[in-house]
């Protein structure tokens, strides 16, 4: 099984940066992909940004080119580099992992908020 915890969330001005962190315990040679999610107030959890063990990061249409996902550190970290934040980022922000074909799982961080406010 794996665990995730996230850190990095915070209060930030329009046009400002943050970065978020998801880290990964447990199993996680099993992981198959990792994502951030969010859920911004009154709407369904939408995906920001994900990837796939060994292939190349995949973006929500409102957050490309401001947004960067990275995972590091033998793939025990995710990292979520959001600059040029906007109002609309404002969200509760979610780590979440899929566990390879044969390995079925789905786990989630408990989630960091995030609010972009003047």
């Known amino acids: 099984q794996v665990q995730l915890e996230e850190s990095g969330g915070g209060s930030v001005q329009p046009g400002g940066s943050l970065r978020l962190s998801c880290v990964a315990s447990?199993?996680?040679?099993?992981?198959?992909?990792m994502a951030w999610l969010r859920q911004r107030p009154g709407k369904q959890r939408e995906l920001v940004a994900s990837?796939?063990?060994?292939?190349?990061?995949t973006y929500g249409a409102s957050v490309r080119g401001r947004f960067t996902l990275s995972r590091e550190n033998a793939g025990s970290t995710l990292y979520l580099q959001m600059n040029n934040l906007e109002p609309d980022d404002t969200a509760v922000y979610y780590c979440?992992?899929?566990?390879?074909?044969?390995?079925?799982?789905?786990?989630w961080g408990q989630g960091t908020q995030v609010t972009v406010s003047a």
């Open positions: 979440h992992a899929v566990g390879r074909p044969g390995v079925d799982f789905r786990t």
């Open positions: 447990g199993d996680i040679g099993d992981i198959n992909l």
């Open positions: 990837i796939v063990t060994g292939g190349c990061p």
